[in-house]
């Protein structure tokens, strides 16, 4: 009985670990939409938890949501929870072209300072950053 119980921690340890990606616990700023600099609001941002779970925001409304993500690999629902505020005059375009770019993201790639999704045919869609500070906090596990 004892090598059962030892087999099924180990599937429930990697279980766990399939659910943690280099996104989980990461916060990033809205740099670029198409290459483009975003206009200025509050919160241009996103931030990723555990299971995949991130909060957004291209500058007015709020959003959240589970994204799907395996390996490389990733896509966002195409239906997001969110706040409904009335926003300033071309931040709510600003906006709905975030939401919508998110919609088409299929992978991402991190370098030392940005998060960069994709879209399938490996085209940058948006660019987020971070700080360097950031950056080496995360990989001294501070």
Same mark, same amino acid.
């Given at each position: 009985?004892?090598?059962?119980?030892?087999?099924?921690?180990?599937?429930?340890?990697?279980?766990?670990?399939?659910?943690? =990606?280099?996104?989980?616990?990461?916060?990033?700023?809205?740099?670029?939409?198409?290459?483009?600099?975003?206009?200025?609001?509050?919160?241009?941002?996103?931030?990723?938890?555990?299971?995949?779970?991130?909060?957004?925001?291209?500058?007015?409304?709020?959003?959240?949501?589970?994204?799907?993500?395996?390996?490389?690999?990733?896509?966002?629902?195409?239906?997001?929870?969110?706040?409904?505020?009335?926003?300033?005059?071309?931040?709510?375009?600003?906006?709905?072209?975030?939401?919508?770019?998110?919609?088409?993201?299929? =992978?991402?790639?991190?370098?030392?300072?940005?998060?960069?999704?994709?879209?399938?045919?490996?085209?940058?869609?948006?660019?987020?950053?971070?700080?360097?500070?950031?950056?080496?906090?995360?990989?001294?596990?501070?």
């Amino acid at each position: 009985m004892i090598s059962a119980s030892a087999i099924v921690i180990g599937v429930q340890t990697r279980a766990t670990e399939v659910g943690h =990606s280099a996104l989980t616990e990461t916060d990033w700023t809205l740099s670029q939409i198409e290459g483009a600099e975003p206009l200025e609001g509050r919160g241009l941002d996103l931030s990723f938890a555990e299971d995949g779970q991130f909060g957004t925001s291209a500058g007015c409304n709020r959003f959240m949501g589970e994204a799907e993500i395996d390996g490389e690999a990733i896509s966002f629902p195409d239906k997001i929870a969110g706040t409904m505020m009335a926003c300033p005059e071309g931040l709510a375009e600003q906006e709905e072209t975030v939401l919508a770019l998110l919609a088409r993201v299929t =992978s991402y790639q991190i370098e030392p300072t940005a998060l960069i999704l994709l879209d399938e045919e490996g085209t940058e869609l948006l660019r987020y950053s971070r700080d360097a500070e950031e950056e080496s906090l995360l990989e001294t596990g501070g």
